[in-house]
């Protein structure tokens, strides 16, 4: 099974949507997606397991996890506690600053989250309250569209993504933090694939690496995940093309050789099914 792209269904001009103090069974829950927008999951009550991009996480009160966009992700809430959690997803230039040539980004979290590959902070207990507060604000101002509601989401936000910004200083917390969990072959197999992404490798290869048997790993792989190791290196090197054709000048043959597909009408029609656009038409749409 591909990963879902998750779709949005607010004003283009007004890019942010929130699920406010939801509460979720496991089969509620979105199997593996991602999606182009930021978002961000914050955890009132409950416990539950996270699989965000390459790590395994736990869910209790007081966790935020900082998604970047083009991340695979999803959450396995506990049936017997379920987790109760708002969520806020947002287009990336929602945020950005309007001064050209401002280093400042509302972004740096997201940027540091991605750049360090750990993607959940443990709230303080001061901005536990900041952060709820400012989330009943939003939830408000989306409820009421009161005059000028958007710009007030819009601060709300800004107040969030600055305050996370400051929390998450070396001095405050040198790394986003969270305790993981699954057995340790398989953390070191999801690193292992990070590193040796465009390499010929698969479940033989994986499992043998592990120690354990073929169906002992894809039996786990799936269950920790929520998808198969074929679908998850697949997935994988789309994001990783992606990002190429975004920053790079090379032709979309060599983007593909370069992320490990032999084949270019392969490619395109992988990209496709997880984009919903061929590679030709997403570069055309950056530019």
Same mark, same amino acid.
């Given at each position: 099974m591909e990963p879902i792209r998750k779709q949005f269904h607010s004003d283009a001009t007004f890019p942010f949507d929130i699920v406010y103090?939801?509460?979720?069974?496991?089969?509620?829950?979105?199997?593996?997606?991602?999606?182009e927008w930021c978002e961000l999951i914050y955890v009132y009550s409950g416990t539950g397991n996270f699989f965000i991009d390459q790590t395994l996480y736990d869910m209790h009160a007081g966790d935020l996890f900082i998604i970047p966009e083009d991340?695979?992700?999803?959450?396995?809430?506990?049936?017997a506690n379920p987790v109760t959690s708002t969520?806020?997803?947002?287009?990336?230039?929602?945020?950005?600053?309007?001064? *050209? !040539?401002?280093?400042?980004?509302?972004?740096? =979290?997201?940027?540091?989250?991605?750049?360090?590959?750990s993607y959940k902070f443990a709230c303080p207990p001061s901005f536990q309250t900041q952060l709820e507060q400012h989330?009943?604000?939003?939830?408000?101002?989306m409820l009421t569209k009161r005059?000028?509601?958007?710009?007030?989401?819009?601060?709300?936000?800004?107040?969030?993504?600055?305050?996370?910004?400051?929390?998450?200083?070396?001095e405050h917390q040198p790394e986003l933090t969270g305790s993981?969990?699954?057995?340790?072959?398989?953390?070191?197999?999801?690193?292992?694939?990070?590193?040796?992404?465009?390499?010929? *490798? !698969?479940?033989?290869?994986?499992?043998?690496? =592990?120690?354990?048997?073929?169906?002992?790993f894809s039996r786990v792989f799936k269950q920790?995940?929520?998808?198969?190791v074929t679908h998850y290196i697949t997935t994988k090197r789309i994001i990783h093309a992606k990002e190429l054709l975004r920053v790079s000048d090379s032709s979309v043959s060599s983007i593909a050789m370069c992320c490990g597909f032999e084949s270019l009408p392969h490619f395109?029609?992988?990209?496709?099914?997880?984009?919903?656009?061929?590679?030709?038409?997403?570069?055309?749409?950056?530019?």
């Open positions: 103090k939801d509460t979720k069974q496991s089969i509620d829950e979105l199997p593996h997606h991602l999606h991340t695979i992700h999803r959450a396995f809430p506990d049936a969520a806020i997803f947002f287009n990336p230039v929602f945020v950005r600053p309007s001064l *050209i !040539g401002d280093p400042f980004s509302y972004l740096h =979290a997201f940027e540091q989250s991605k750049k360090r590959k989330l009943e604000q939003i939830c408000e101002e005059s000028s509601y958007r710009q007030a989401i819009v601060l709300h936000l800004q107040y969030i993504l600055f305050g996370l910004i400051r929390e998450t200083e070396p993981h969990y699954g057995p340790l072959w398989m953390q070191e197999t999801l690193r292992d694939i990070d590193m040796r992404l465009f390499e010929d *490798i !698969g479940l033989a290869v994986l499992a043998k690496q =592990a120690a354990v048997s073929a169906a002992h920790l995940t929520g998808m198969n395109y029609r992988v990209f496709k099914k997880i984009t919903g656009a061929t590679p030709t038409e997403y570069k055309k749409q950056q530019e």
